[in-house]
């Protein structure tokens, strides 16, 4: 059995107790509270990087302990699961010396596991569906965003669409849920990379950047993309259908793909032209929540893969 150093010791204790504070921060801190559970993962990489991943899994477990003491306990282990994951997987990945983008991409991946196990832990100890009960959570806030909206002076017409417009959203949202939830993990996971590249350097401990300026998704992957809508045409008469369950859950993932792809087009040409990095966030945020700007972005994606608009040194 290796002997463990006194610094190995301090330093793990110290990494610990950060752990905690963050997420007990995560917990009672409103809105500020979801961007401190992005650091959590930080204080694992580093001991990963400075030690070994078997420093980072006593570390994370201790914190966990203390977690479910001073917290529910569903919240100490997911919390703990999910974060936790992806902060050892970074760590493990660095020190193997893997690219950025595989190592954002495992620890999506481990996300998501965390995410489906605490769900079924809910499941099985609580007989709670974690799923079902956020749906009901927002259905019952439901009749509270309308009344806001009949004091804003909206009138009965107006308040009709808009509790059907929130209907359809709610019935995708519970169609679309598995690749939403894939989707999400990767953000997530590439936002707790960015975060843990950016804290990293200020300590110097270098870490590749997120290198996605020359990605080119193959041309092959078109062909899921018009599969999708092929799919969601054929069970269209039945929203419960297999064909259609499976359409609409690639037309998420694949719209998202190609929408990240026209972005890198618009980013190359804009970067090309001189406009201020500043600019062109500002600019990505407006395409992403405008839908027509995002679906004219979305094929200018697709034409990307296909016909090549902008000079890349590889592909994936």
């Known amino acids: 059995m290796q002997n463990i150093s006194t610094r190995e010791i301090a330093e793990a204790g110290l990494m610990t107790a950060i752990m905690v504070i963050l997420a007990l921060g995560a917990s009672y801190i409103p809105l500020v509270g979801t961007l401190i559970s992005f650091l959590f993962p930080v204080p694992l990489v580093i001991l990963s990087l400075h030690h070994s991943l078997r420093t980072g899994i006593m570390a994370l477990i201790v914190s966990a302990i203390i977690l479910i003491l001073f917290t529910e306990p569903l919240y100490g282990i997911g919390f703990s699961v999910s974060f936790g994951t992806v902060g050892l997987i970074f760590g493990y990945m660095l020190k193997k010396g893997k690219a950025s983008n595989s190592t954002i991409l495992l620890g999506a991946l481990g996300f998501l596991c965390g995410i489906v196990l605490i769900a079924f832990l809910s499941f099985i100890i609580m007989g709670i569906n974690t799923f079902d009960m956020y749906f009901k959570i927002y259905e019952e806030s439901l009749p509270t965003v309308m009344d806001i909206y009949k004091r804003l002076g909206l009138s009965g017409e107006q308040l009709e669409m808009l ?117 062109r966030i500002i600019l990505f945020i407006l395409i992403i929540f405008q839908p027509i700007f995002s679906m004219i972005a979305t094929w200018l994606g697709v034409f990307d893969t296909i016909f090549k608009l902008r000079k890349t040194e590889e592909n994936i």
Do not use: C
């Open 163 to 279: 509790n059907k417009n929130w209907q359809e959203v709610m019935n995708l949202i519970k169609q679309a849920l598995p690749s939403m939830l894939i989707v999400g993990s990767i953000i997530i996971s590439s936002a707790n990379y960015w975060i843990a590249h950016n804290i990293l350097k200020r300590i110097k401990i270098d870490i590749p950047p997120i290198s996605i300026s020359d990605l080119r998704f193959p041309p092959v992957t078109i062909l899921g993309f018009f599969l999708s809508f092929t799919l969601t045409a054929i069970g269209m008469n039945n929203p419960k259908s297999f064909s259609y369950q499976l359409g609409i859950n690639l037309q998420v993932i694949f719209n998202v793909l190609f929408l990240l792809a026209g972005l890198l087009v618009i980013n190359f040409w804009l970067s090309r032209w001189g406009l201020p990095k500043f600019a």
